[in-house]
């Protein structure tokens, strides 16, 4: 039985939704289970397969329920809302870049070189 609600729209209007109605755009993070599932299978839909290492973002849809059902590949646990923020803190900025492909100058960089003559 599907569980149906009312939504209110942008207009006011009210309409009934299915409860579940947003699970199936979601995606989940997938780790396959060993190295010939990461270099065979892909998402049918997307064609999203898997990286080297690491995992891949799949929609949860019929396929990636049946593989996650099969043991073929596990969800990877989200960080949580602190511990998102953290990992975003640590990354630093790239130096600059001039579209030569040298990288930008750094006064104190020239003051070590030693001079030639």
Known sequence: ????????????????????????RRVVRVLPRNDDIRKYIKHPTTRV???????????????????????????????????????EQQTE?????EKSGAKASDPKAAETKPKSE
């Open 1 to 24: 039985m599907v569980n149906v609600v009312m939504k209110t729209n942008a207009a006011g209007r009210e309409r009934p939704q299915e409860a579940d109605f947003n699970e199936a």
């Open 49 to 87: 397969g898997f990286l080297a290492e690491g995992s891949s973002e799949w929609p949860n849809d019929v396929f990636t329920k049946r593989r996650i059902a099969d043991g073929d590949v596990t969800v990877e646990a989200a960080p949580a809302a602190g511990e998102r923020k953290a990992i």
């Open 93 to 97: 900025p790239q130096p600059a870049v």
